[in-house]
């Protein structure tokens, strides 16, 4: 049974009944209004320092920005945390300003918006419908589970719900449409807050970028519906449209400007788009049915932003809603009748074309409903849901006249929300507050560990020692926000430090991260400590407390290398027997020196390298160092476990560890003090035999005796470029005598062998008839590759044979020996001398001529630099160019340093003769003019290479082109 338009959706004439207050008493509407808006901010505001546990990463991002925000720095868009638009980081920084640095100034705003909303609704409600679809859709935002909890969090999502709602209630201020859907003029300030509005919402959330596409849509909507008076507003539409442009401007401009920047979250999360990109539109329809079923059957299914799972309505209410969206449906595109009876009213249109904008973020990303994404649609959801509730009342009023449910139905109603309450306040403080995801995700433990160090306070003599996995930036970041005690924190997955000088060492451990290193601390660590619970009783952290009488480990084997800027590596610690395939615990002991200046944190990791006598690196492990440079102070000591592999192919010959202190896992390492130190005793790492092993049918087998298991190689290289290899072999059984390995580059058409070479197999270290059977090695080989091929040759093979050390050839028993194809990519030689514009005649070293050069000043940014090489000989090692940019002070103001461009870059491979043509670019450093100099020169790993003008050895061994003037 339809509903009459014109007397359910409007307030009816005196005489007719209402289900919640009768007409003539809307007096009270607004004592309703000022209860339900206390019970919202109640409900948003109650425990807002403790539910949420703690505070999320993305949280105290958006609070450390906030706190960067004024004197000079205005920012329209936060870059970092993959893009934040701004909007909600200026309220919070007021916030910030007015209360302090706290946990309820983070997250006030978000509580001052969500129960801004909650009247905003009521006022869209009445506006648009009726003062009974207003007052339910307040107070079904005020105690529902999704826009409580999106209310209740430092993030800037409840910013655009908020604002949403503000520019749909002017534009329909606006626009005042009657109770027959008869426009109406409306106020002209209506249309000016419209257009602010609706600009400042780009500055709110990314959905908001589809926003205007809402009123549009709806506007157009009009002109159909009723062209005469739409046309009566299409200047006021234009107008605001044009204010909100202005307002939007800054923000549009930088978007313009840096597109990549506003995108970046955007990029990461259209995955649904992708698949249909690439072809597969089911993930388009898994992800819309995952929105659709978001309202009564599967929510949510990440505990961050919600209950997992649970849906946004109740079975109960989610029916209303499905009438709600049935009824505006029907009245937004039946056909046009009778104005006072059937007429479409454009309200409802407005309300589902809101409501779809405000999901498609969601429809687009991925098949999980994010209901922090969706949060735009709260206020026409719970609109949509009183319509349906109102349109249910009156129907059942109306009925069943006789039965005087006027009375009753209000009380069934305030019934239904205080079970809404009640579960929610359930959900929300018990459910989801003390869920072990969420514990996680806001790191509750570092406020239960804050207030138990309030609760009881440490002395001043004891030293507080604090682990967490982001002992590095969020969890000293989010402990400040409990207590100010002067705190060290580390990671216990890595890590134990400990002050010889302190009266006592105080450990707060998280529950899941227990410590690592148990087996080497003390026995008042390693056996045990107090558990400290969450209020519920599960277990949070454990504490230590450990005298100054305890007695802290030291390495058995000692180094003291030091670092300038860190701390000294006392010594080390593992097996004393090593085998070959094993992970081994590798214990390092760190003391931070007198003289250390504590530097700001960064991430330090440790480098070990297992080197052979020759540097060779045969294996490499690296970890972050887990003790933050803020904690340091002098005498500090701290035992580090790191797992290190010893390779399968291991050699058994003396190998030795180098140790490096790097920032940001290499990008810079800290100097040594002493050279000569930073190793550790040589060692022998032994084999483990491999029982039972059975070589696969593609394996080489020599005399049923040696496999070869693999060969590691780059397959594409150049004429004059070594092939290295890597073999690993595995002894089937004992080998009789010892063998050599003979590598062979074959043409196959011709059999024409390009290049060949016969090496022993360790023959000085651990030749093969001292292996065992099951023993696995790996070998290392370097073939050169000739300069001069054969024309045509492309794709010769390389062979691997076995022979004695009489040169018998060992027979191939099973498999080939092929190990590979190999690419040789062929360049082009030049031989004839090109047209120079500044010949010359330097030679450098005794294989390379420079014979001259070309210069070119490109407008603005770049010295175009062509320099023509020869050959004198093919060089023995690959040489790069340097090119520094000087100016009349000789300070380097630009340089370019790298081999040849071009397909010439290895010299190595270069041919006695040939020319080569560099051509390179000097990047200009900018606002620089003058006169400028070059100085250029080959160099290596062993230093430069001489340089030699007219039998003259030049200065720094560089050539020097003078006189370039720069305007």
């Not at 909507?221 to 299409?234: I, T």
């Not at 605001?240 to 202005?246: F, M, Q, R």
């Not at 590596?569 to 094993?582: F, N, S």
């Amino acid at each position: 049974m339809l509903v009459d338009t014109g007397k359910m959706n409007r307030d009816p004439e005196p005489q007719t009944s209402s289900f919640m207050m009768k007409q003539q008493d809307g007096r009270y509407d607004w004592l309703l209004v000022a209860l339900i808006v206390a019970v919202a901010f109640f409900l948003r505001f109650y425990r807002l320092a403790s539910v949420p546990p703690g505070v999320s990463g993305d949280e105290l991002f958006n609070a450390i920005d906030a706190q960067l925000i004024g004197g000079g720095h205005w920012p329209i868009f936060f870059e970092g945390n993959y893009g934040r638009e701004a909007f909600f980081f200026y309220l919070m920084a007021a916030s910030i300003k007015l209360f302090g640095n706290t946990i309820v100034a983070v997250r006030l705003p978000a509580v001052l918006l969500g129960t801004g909303y909650v009247l905003l609704a009521f006022l869209l409600g009445r506006h648009l419908f009726n003062r009974r679809v207003g007052l339910l859709a307040a107070a079904l935002i005020a105690v529902s589970l999704w826009p409580v909890m999106g209310s209740r969090w430092g993030l800037r999502a409840v910013s655009l719900t908020f604002l949403t709602a503000l520019t749909v209630y002017f534009f329909h201020r606006a626009v005042s449409i009657d109770r027959f859907g008869k426009l109406s003029n409306g106020r002209f300030s209506c249309w000016l807050l419209a257009g602010v509005s609706l600009g400042l919402t780009f500055y709110t959330y990314i959905p908001s970028r589809v926003f205007p596409a809402v009123f549009i849509a709806w506007f157009g909507w009009l002109a159909w519906w009723q062209r005469e008076g739409a046309r009566r507003y299409w200047r006021q539409f234009l107008l605001a449209l044009l204010i909100a442009c202005l307002v939007f401007a800054p923000f549009g401009w930088y978007m313009f400007q840096y597109p990549d920047k506003v995108n970046q979250r955007i990029n990461t999360m259209s995955s649904t788009l992708s698949e249909w990109q690439n072809g597969n539109p089911a993930a388009v329809l898994e992800s819309v049915l995952g929105v659709l079923f978001m309202f009564s059957f599967v929510g949510d299914d990440k505990w961050r932003y919600h209950v997992s799972g649970q849906p946004v309505f109740d079975p109960v209410t989610s029916l209303f809603f499905y009438l709600g969206i049935g009824l505006c449906l029907w009245f937004a595109f039946a056909q046009k009748r009778d104005a006072s009876k059937w007429a479409p009213a454009p309200t409802y249109a407005l309300v589902l074309l809101w409501l779809g904008a405000m999901l498609a973020a969601n429809a687009v990303t991925e098949a999980n409903p994010s209901f922090l994404r969706a949060a735009g649609a709260v206020v026409p959801v719970y609109l949509i849901a009183g319509i349906g509730m109102d349109a249910a009342g009156q129907w059942l009023i109306k009925k069943w006249p006789r039965l005087s449910l006027s009375p009753l139905i209000p009380v069934v109603v305030v019934l239904g929300l205080g079970i809404t309450a009640v579960s929610t306040w359930h959900s929300y403080f018990h459910v989801w507050g003390n869920h072990p995801e969420v514990r996680e995700i806001y790191a509750a433990q570092t406020a239960v560990m804050a207030a138990f160090l309030e609760e009881q306070p440490p002395p001043n003599d004891v030293r507080v020692y604090v682990a967490d996995p982001y002992a590095y930036g969020a969890a000293p970041r989010t402990m400040s926000y409990y207590n100010d005690l002067q705190l060290t924190w580390f990671t216990s997955s890595r890590i134990f430090p400990w002050d010889d000088s302190a009266a006592a060492n105080w450990y707060l451990v998280p529950a899941d991260e227990p410590l690592a290193l148990l087996e080497q601390l003390p026995p008042e660590v390693a056996e045990g400590g107090t558990m400290i619970p969450f209020a519920d009783g599960q277990d949070a952290f454990m504490w230590y407390q450990v005298p100054q009488t305890a007695v802290f480990p030291s390495p058995a084997r000692i180094l003291n290398q030091a670092y300038q800027h860190g701390p000294t590596l006392l010594g080390y610690d593992w097996p004393d027997t090593l085998y070959r395939g094993e992970t081994v615990p590798l214990l390092l002991y760190w003391q931070i020196p007198e003289d250390i200046q504590v530097q700001d944190n960064q991430e330090t990791y440790v480098q070990v390298f297992l080197e052979d006598d020759n540097k060779h690196m045969w294996g490499m492990s690296s970890d972050l160092l887990g003790y933050p440079q803020a904690g340091w102070r002098p005498g500090d000591q701290a035992v580090q476990q790191i797992w290190f592999e010893i390779p399968d192919g291991l050699p058994p010959e003396p190998m030795t560890l180098r140790f490096e202190l790097a920032n940001n896992n290499g990008a810079e390492t800290y100097p040594l003090i002493d050279e000569a130190v930073n190793r550790s005793a040589p060692f022998v790492a032994l084999g483990k035999p491999l029982a039972d092993f059975v070589p696969t049918a593609n394996m080489p087998v020599w005399a049923d005796t040696l496999v070869l298991k693999d060969a590691s190689l780059s397959t594409m290289t150049e004429p004059g470029l070594p092939i290295n290899l890597s073999l690993d072999w595995l002894a089937l059984q004992a080998p009789p005598q010892d063998y050599q390995v003979r590598l062979t580059l074959t043409d196959p058409p011709s059999g024409t062998i390009l290049a060949e070479q016969v090496e022993g197999i360790l023959p000085d270290v651990y030749p093969t008839s001292q292996w065992q059977a099951g023993e696995q090695l790996r070998t290392l080989h370097r073939l050169s590759i000739p300069i001069e091929i054969p024309a045509g040759v492309t794709t010769p093979e390389l062979h691997v044979s076995l022979e004695s050390t009489a040169a018998a050839t060992i027979p191939l028993t099973q498999g080939r020996s092929k190990v590979a194809t190999i690419e040789l990519v062929l360049r082009d030689h030049q031989f004839e001398m090109p047209s120079i514009d500044q010949p010359h005649d330097a030679r450098f070293g005794e294989d390379i001529r420079l014979l001259g050069y070309d210069l070119e000043l490109n407008r603005g940014d770049t010295i175009g630099l062509t320099l023509y090489w020869q050959a004198i000989n093919t060089p023995d090692s690959s040489y790069t160019v340097f090119n520094h940019l000087r100016d009349e002070n000789g300070e380097i103001v630009a340089q370019f340093d790298s081999p040849p461009v071009g397909a010439a870059w290895l010299t190595s491979a270069w041919l006695p003769g040939e020319i080569i043509v560099d051509s390179r670019q000097i990047l200009l450093p900018a606002e620089q003019s003058g006169s400028f100099s070059i100085a250029l020169g080959w160099y290596d790993e062993n230093g430069r290479l001489p340089v030699i003008i007219a039998d003259q050895p030049q200065p720094d061994d560089q050539f020097i082109i003078p006189n370039i003037v720069i305007d």
